[in-house]
């Protein structure tokens, strides 16, 4: 049963975010317009105000109530903009992707949100993207002996992933060009992003799908209150950063999205940690920028070095201190 008024243009919008995954707040000013202007009130897209497109996502979040599907909402943390995104609600990636992956491909993509949440998910560096240099790498399962150092961080923290590590390779992993079609499915999808810096990641629309499912799969539940955990919610508006700024005490766990950040500076007066009451110094990130942001990175930028390598070793660089605490404590 439909809801009353629930016409043309909340069916465009249902069709547009099952097909894309996701909307923006300024698609959805488009759509928006076109549902006002069926019913005879002129408005252009940019005058559409976010109320009429919260009762939109609500008359046709009641239409498809009887399904496992949801609406989500959230900001999306590079770009500011509202995304509204259609969700399963039975959210781990097996779930949802296996309709259309085979199963090698379904463990290629956890493979990749390990090294995204995990190996390159440090204390010291929370890179979480991966190159292309990275996703190739993960094209076949790791073989069953000692992994090198630099993955050290990611051993022993998932019984799945070690499940299979130790089980005979029934997993033939990919070939490079399947490990490309992929990727770019996921992307279209709006599974995963590629930035301009070519670093991939989970979208706005993944995070907000697998939410659960991140924090279940990649957080310690004996880490007290206070401990860094690799998934971390924003101080501010307490939803997941994966791109976003760190406290500059690198022990400390408090992080902010950027506009998050703003805000919280606009309501205090000191620009001071909220936990450790360190000067916030606002060029401390989580995500790519954790890597671009360094001088290295752009003085090979300027020498158009291979980016993927020279992103490689100042992740390395930095998490050395992080490996050895691992070594030790093992
Ligand atoms: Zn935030
Ligand atoms: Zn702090």
Redesign the pocket.
């Known amino acids: 049963m439909l809801p009353p008024g629930y016409n043309d243009g909340h069916r465009l919008f249902l069709q547009s975010i099952m097909a894309h995954g996701s909307i923006t707040f300024s698609q959805a000013q488009t759509i928006a317009a076109r549902i006002s202007s069926s019913l005879g009130t002129v408005q252009t897209p940019e005058e559409t105000p976010l109320e009429a497109i919260e009762h939109i996502v609500n008359t046709v979040g009641r239409a498809i109530a009887l399904h496992d599907y949801q609406i989500r909402t959230s900001?999306d943390?590079r770009t500011g903009e509202r995304v509204w995104a259609w969700v399963n609600t039975q959210s781990d990636p097996a779930t949802q992707m296996a309709t259309t992956l085979t199963p090698d491909e379904l463990s290629f993509v956890k493979r990749v949100l390990d090294a995204i949440f995990d190996t390159y998910n440090s204390q010291r560096m929370e890179k979480m993207c991966v190159t292309k240099a990275e996703v190739l790498k993960l094209s076949h399962p790791p073989r069953n002996r000692p992994r090198p150092s630099s993955d050290a961080a990611s051993s022993g923290a998932d019984p799945a992933a070690l499940a299979q590590q130790m089980a005979p390779s029934a997993d033939k992993g990919l070939r490079h060009s399947d490990v490309e079609r992929v990727i770019r499915d996921l992307i279209s999808g709006g599974w995963f992003e590629q930035s301009k810096e070519k670093f991939l990641t989970l979208s706005p629309r993944g995070l907000m799908e697998l939410q659960n499912w991140l924090f279940a799969s990649y957080n310690d539940p004996d880490v007290a209150e206070g401990g860094w955990q690799r998934i971390k919610k924003?101080?501010?508006?307490?939803?997941i950063?994966s791109w976003?700024q760190r406290c500059s005490v690198w022990t400390c766990i408090v992080r902010?999205?950027d506009?998050?950040a703003d805000k919280l500076w606009q309501a205090r007066r000191n620009h001071t940690c909220p936990r450790c009451n360190t000067e916030w110094s606002g060029d401390k990130f989580v995500g790519e920028r954790a890597i671009t942001s360094s001088r290295i990175y752009r003085d090979a930028k300027d020498r158009r070095a291979t980016m993927d390598t020279v992103a490689r070793d100042i992740f390395n660089a930095a998490t050395r201190d992080d490996n050895e605490e691992d070594d030790e404590s093992e």
């Open positions: 900001i943390q924003c101080e501010q508006c307490k939803e950063v976003g902010l999205h506009g998050c």
